[in-house]
């Protein structure tokens, strides 16, 4: 059988004027048994024609989701904000939903999971969250895990662990869940740092760190490629 399509968004880089991507995450997929798809943004009808090639999506990192994606205006100047890629993103998830194709989503692709099925962000967490609040944008290198996350999701202990050590590089969080998603990670300030779908009948999982850049990252990337395996349909 051949190797699992897996869809890797990237990011827009300004100075380059064009798009990057960290070589981490297309090397965990290749790592896990998956053959990385570098994705560019591209209008709609191409998204469609473009996510029928693929067997899993992984959503990465990057700049701040417009917040008219969740109905508000801008409260502060948003970081490498990118509308194309917004678009483009929102289109993915929603082509690949009702196909129940696997799905991560890392940091910013975790609230572009939320965004895309209907839910809502914190624009920016310092503002509405108190001052027990963790350091969630870390100055530490991306390689050292800064804080604590509890799971609260079997499904998702089972890869990780009920308690395990995370990176944080963020400043934007999930504020409301859409009724189709369900959380499975808290940081403890409350913050939610994993989602899943509920049930059995997909493979979906968001998180708001980044494990391509943890030693005890790959099981993610390997359960994204088994799932996709699993999904690519005889030919």
Request: include cysteine; glycine fraction near 10%; hydrophobic fraction near 45%.
């Amino acid at each position: 059988m051949r190797r699992p399509r897996i869809g890797i968004t990237m990011a827009r880089d300004a100075d380059y004027q064009g798009l990057r991507l960290r070589d981490e995450l297309w090397q965990r997929v290749l790592a896990a048994g998956g053959l990385p798809l570098l994705l560019t943004p591209m209008p709609d009808a191409q998204t469609a024609e473009l996510s029928e090639l693929l067997d899993g999506l992984l959503l990465s990192g990057g700049g701040d989701p417009h917040p008219a994606l969740f109905g508000e205006l801008p409260r502060l100047a948003l970081r490498g904000g990118d509308l194309a890629r917004d678009a483009f993103e929102m289109q993915l998830i929603r082509e690949a939903w009702p196909r129940r194709l696997p799905m991560l989503g890392i940091c910013r692709g975790m609230q572009m999971l939320c965004l895309a099925l209907g839910g809502a962000l914190y624009q920016d967490i310092r503002l509405c969250c108190g001052e027990d609040m963790l350091a969630h944008d870390q100055q530490a290198p991306r390689q050292q895990a800064t804080h604590c996350v509890t799971v609260c999701t079997p499904q998702l202990a089972v890869l990780l662990g009920e308690k395990l050590m995370v990176n944080s590089h963020h400043h934007q969080a999930v504020r409301s869940l859409p009724a189709c998603l369900a959380p499975a990670a808290y940081a403890p300030d409350g913050i939610l740092e994993a989602l899943l779908a509920p049930g059995c009948s997909r493979w979906l999982y968001g998180v708001q760190w980044h494990p391509e850049a943890l030693a005890g990252g790959q099981p993610l990337f390997d359960a994204l490629v088994r799932a996709a395996a699993e999904h690519i349909s005889p030919r």
